[in-house]
């Protein structure tokens, strides 16, 4: 159909219009720092507890995408294979799968104060649970006993989460969490009705760090869990101390962590920059019998010691020994693991 | 066609204009006063790479070492992410991207 010369006339300013619109896009695309990642880690890890040694494949991938400048979808799940003894006198291993989402978000970043979450996210209760449960972070394969008190025995929540940072100087930060959690007995967004709230305060010239943790469990038997913890990272010494207090209504007890460097420079490549020692001491307390907070039916003590690793190119070796003193046994207990850790955007760019 | 000339005088206006805003007159006053403030600006681009390298250091190696490298591509998202995952305020997401990309 041949065009009016009106339409003809337009044509060409329309097309270099939209040429122009479309290499503005395509040029923003290639120089933007925003582009979706995937990053998380692949490991294995052996565990030997008490004589019996499980065997287990791990890939813990997260996703993040942001959408515009104010909204951000990540997630982070978790494979895992484990080979276990058969036990019973049989011989061989079983294995076992397990596929679950940690968490998996959209978070809107409402000011420069507020971020609104919605949708699986980690609980924040104490540091443990949001800072150091990736597997190419946390320094030992176990979590500390305490885990389960203010976690609400998933260690995730389903429902909305206001959090951000109240005021940030060169002398102190503020920031705030404070959630509320719908109760979930869906296999891959398993939650309890609870809320909770955490504050910290960071004092970034002595690089210490003090905060505060409440959560209520607003399901069953209704129960407080309140807790503190401690961080100190001295600038002139190459150790970190991390330490945490939890309590609940049947139990009790803490944490503490000091991982040692040989190097004080973070990012110092060398062989003995990748040597990092680490000890860590808990203690639980039962005071009343309550099976669904995850920590011992008994009084237990534990030491953890442990020597890991950093090779270049992303690639850790945790290795550690335990000690666990309790009414109910003594045990040692052994774990080592490798793990790769990668980051990368989800396409191609300059 | 007199259309056609009233978008060619319109756009060597702008372009004029253009030039001239980007060409300002060259005398020994502007020269050294130009002069002054490129040595702000870098001054200025130092302090925050400075403060973005501080909170970096402060803020990050709380719970985990620096990745060795990753894509110019990602770095936004990263903090984004770091945002929400450390509470870290909107002015130290501002000052690490920074430090992270000049």
């Keep these: 159909m041949p065009l009016s010369p009106r339409c003809s006339n337009r044509l060409p300013r329309t097309a270099l219009g939209l040429l122009l619109s479309v290499g503005s896009l395509f040029s923003a695309c290639l120089h933007a720092q925003n582009a979706p990642l995937i990053s998380g880690g692949i490991g294995f890890i052996t565990n030997t507890n008490g004589g019996n040694t499980t065997y287990a494949p791990i890939i813990a991938p997260l996703l993040a995408a942001p959408i515009g400048d104010r909204i951000l979808v990540e997630s982070r799940a978790t494979l895992l294979e484990t080979y276990a003894p058969r036990g019973d006198g049989q011989s061989g291993y079983k294995g076992s799968s397990f596929l679950g989402l940690s968490y998996l978000q959209g978070d809107y970043m409402m000011n420069a104060h507020a971020t609104l979450v919605a949708g699986y996210f980690l609980t924040p209760f104490g540091t443990y649970n949001e800072r150091l449960t990736p597997i190419w972070i946390g320094n030992f394969e176990s979590g500390p006993l305490v885990y389960g008190l203010g976690t609400m025995s998933t260690g995730s929540s389903v429902g909305g989460m206001l959090r951000g940072s109240v005021l940030s100087t060169q002398h102190v930060s503020v920031d705030y969490a404070g959630y509320l959690s719908a109760a979930s007995t869906n296999e891959q967004f398993g939650a309890q009705r609870s809320a909770g709230a955490r504050g910290d305060l960071y004092f970034p010239e002595a690089r210490l760090e003090v905060g505060a943790s409440f959560g209520r469990r607003l399901q069953d038997v209704h129960q407080n869990f309140e807790g503190t913890h401690l961080w100190w990272q001295p600038e002139k010494i190459p150790v970190k101390f991390r330490s945490e207090f939890a309590h609940g209504e049947h139990s009790y007890g803490y944490w503490m962590e000091s991982e040692f460097r040989l190097k004080r420079q973070e990012e110092d490549r060398s062989v003995i920059a990748g040597i990092s020692p680490v000890l860590r001491w808990q203690q639980t307390f039962r005071t009343s019998p309550d099976a669904s907070d995850g920590l011992p039916a008994a009084d237990t003590k534990r030491v953890d010691f442990a020597l890991n690793y950093h090779f270049p190119h992303e690639i850790r070796i945790n290795s550690s020994y335990s000690r666990q003193f309790s009414s109910t046994g003594d045990r040692n207990i052994w774990a080592t693991g490798i793990f790769y850790r990668f980051l990368f955007p989800t396409w191609r760019g300059k | ?102």
């Excluded at chain 2, 007199?2 to 805003?21: E, Q």
């Excluded at chain 2, 060795?68 to 305020?89: D, N, Q, V, W, Y």
């Design chain 2, 1 to 102: 066609m007199r259309l056609r000339t009233v978008h060619s005088v319109l756009v060597a206006i702008a372009f004029v204009l253009l030039f001239a805003a980007e060409a300002p007159a060259q005398t020994p006053d502007s020269n050294s006063k130009k002069s002054a403030q490129a040595k702000a600006s870098q001054q200025s681009t130092t302090n925050q790479q400075n403060a973005g390298e501080q909170k970096f250091a402060r803020n990050c190696s709380r719970c985990h070492r620096s990745p060795e490298g990753f894509s110019p591509r990602i770095s936004s998202t990263i903090l984004k992410h770091m945002r929400i995952r450390a509470s870290l305020s909107e002015k130290d997401e501002q000052e690490i991207l920074h430090f992270l990309n000049p």
